[in-house]
Structure formats: C-alpha cells, structure tokens
C-alpha cells in the first residue's frame, strides 16, 4: 500500500497524488510483494533461499540470456525456492519472486 503524505499539498495537486496512489494501490503487481533476483547460473537444479516471510507463490521473469529456467512451484517453501537451468552456459537471469495481490 502507497503512503504519501500529503499535508501541505493544495488542489488539484493533492488530487492527483490521492489518484496516482489509489491507481498503485489496485494494482496487482504495485501492490504486490517481491524480491528481486539477478542470477548467473550454469546448467544445474539450484534450490535458494528468498528471504521473503511467506510462500512465494508468482514469478516474472524480467531478463534472461540464453538457457531456460524452469521453477519448481511445488519445492516452494516459506523460505526457499527451487529452479533448473538448462543452458550451455552461464546464463543471466532476473526475476521478481512474491505475490501479486
């Protein structure tokens, strides 16, 4: 949830900043929780830990060069998460782990 104060502010430009905040507030993925996660891997089945305090249960996948990357919902856990790469190579990967809401 987006907290801004707006004391001081005077119309209409307190109206805008109450609609901008209400537009991030309804939005699934704003308003989600994530951790970010930028990995260079090779080819191998790799089990984190997120630092997250619940069961991630959404993944975007935001960057990758090369391979694939393949998540592992069911080995997810309140503290870890499980992924195979398949690459010839390393391979960067960026991702947000969390929950949209």
Known sequence: MLKLNLLGILSPAKENFVAIGDALDGNPITNGQWQLFDLALGIGTYTKAHGLKF????????HQSGGTITFDHSAFSDQVFKFTVTASSETRF??????AK
């Open 94 to 99: 960026r991702f947000l782990l969390g929950k």
């Open 55 to 62: 069961k991630p249960i959404d993944v975007i996948l935001i």
